[in-house]
């Protein structure tokens, strides 16, 4: 059902049992999958790319044009999964001539108020609490949580299953499964209670304790602590995702522990 207080551009192409109510504009060259939800007072600019099942809710602004002095008007877009949850005042930027999108994945949930600028890349399973202000080009992978009125910088990567405590200021990457806390930023503990309920094993979770304690509770620094776990510590998928985070990161990951 589209409310016939809403402008859709007849170009837009909306699946079927989408609903659009009053006062929403929706420009051209949009796509919305199917039994997606597109509350009132929402804008939609060109570029949108929304999955199916989606809920977004009043306020929000879709494929904005980034807030970005490089930006030309190149074409680009904003993507975003299926059954992922865009609550009110959200903003979220088309990228630029870098990556030309800027990504959302499925199953997402961003509360009130928070901002993707352009060229991020967001997983999917990924909750993004209240505020929570992301400038350009940040990653952040699968099952992360970003706690509320966090900020983070551009470039920075966060890694699968962390999560990051609210009111932080993220300017290092945050490696994955762990917790980071306090200020600056640094290690507060594996994200034990997040993994249980995710289905991982007390053994993995032990494992995974087991190569941060040399990442950041042996007071070795990250090249020697690197090659110790691989030399110490058996392969499993979960140590190679954190030594090729490690390796691959160019701000340089957070602090270890500060007592």
């Not at 929706?26 to 999955?51: C, K, L, Y």
């Not at 030309?100 to 997402?108: A, E, F, K």
């Not at 503990?189 to 509770?217: M, P």
Request: charged content about 20%; aromatic content about 6%.
């Amino acid at each position: 059902m589209i409310s016939p207080l809403s402008s859709v551009s007849d170009s837009a192409k909306l699946g079927q049992n989408v609903h659009v109510d009053p006062f929403t504009m929706i420009h051209e060259d949009v796509v919305i999958g199917e039994n997606s939800w597109i509350g009132s007072n929402v804008t939609i600019f060109p570029g949108a790319r929304i999955g199916k099942n989606c809920k977004i809710f009043p306020g929000a602004v879709i494929a904005g044009i980034p807030q970005d002095l490089k930006f030309q008007g190149e074409e680009s877009t904003v993507v975003i999964g299926d059954n992922t949850t865009i609550r009110e005042c959200v903003t979220i930027s088309r990228g630029t001539v870098d990556k030309q999108t800027t990504v959302v994945g499925s199953n997402c949930l961003l509360m009130a108020y928070v901002h993707v600028a352009h060229d991020c890349v967001i997983g999917s399973n990924v909750i993004i609490a209240n505020s929570v202000q992301i400038a350009g080009h940040v990653s952040i992978d699968d099952w992360a949580i970003v706690g509320g009125s966090s900020a983070v910088h551009q470039f920075v990567k966060i890694g699968m299953h962390a999560m990051i405590s609210g009111g932080s200021l993220v300017r290092k990457d945050v490696p994955p499964f762990t917790k980071a806390a306090r200020e600056p930023l640094s290690y507060a503990g594996v994200n034990s209670l997040g993994l249980r309920r995710r289905g991982f094993s007390s053994e993995t979770i032990a494992h995974i304790q087991e190569v941060y304690r040399y990442l950041f509770l042996n007071s070795m620094n990250n090249s020697r602590a690197l090659e110790e776990i691989e030399i110490n510590l058996p392969a499993t998928k979960e140590r190679d995702e954190i030594l090729n985070f490690i390796r691959s990161s160019e701000r340089g990951v957070m602090k270890g522990y500060i007592n």
